[in-house]
Nanobody
């Protein structure tokens, strides 16, 4: 059974870069035809798809966040990573990593999530 675990700092200062890692067990991030996504939920709001990296290594980004977002992977560690640059308090959210069969989806199987607070 696949498990996903997010890790990273819970507090980031405005203008800095938020970096989170998702460690996957029970499946390979190169397995056809999954997408490995980052999703977030700001306080009091719904889920927002941030971006994804496909089994092939191709990346996809939310157009609203694309200029600030990078997703990469380390296949030797079975991990994928989110970097969100120039953060503001509006980036405060619970961040989830997920596995899905489609891109731009918030309905995939998610990890437990990690709270990230951006201080002004």
């Amino acid at each position: 059974q696949v498990q996903l675990q997010e890790s990273g700092p819970g507090l980031v200062k405005s203008s800095q870069t938020l970096s989170l890692t998702c460690t996957v067990s029970g499946d390979s991030i190169t397995t056809n035809y999954y997408y490995w996504s980052w999703i977030r939920q700001p306080p009091g709001k719904g889920l927002e798809w941030v971006g994804a990296i496909a089994y092939s290594g191709r990346t996809y980004y939310n157009p609203d966040l694309k200029s600030r977002t990078s997703i990469s992977r380390d296949t030797s560690k079975n991990q994928f990573t989110l970097q969100l640059r120039s953060v503001t308090p509006e980036d405060t959210a619970v961040y989830y990593c997920a596995r899905d069969t489609v891109v731009e989806s918030t309905r995939g199987f998610r990890g437990q999530g990690t709270q990230v607070i951006v201080s002004s």
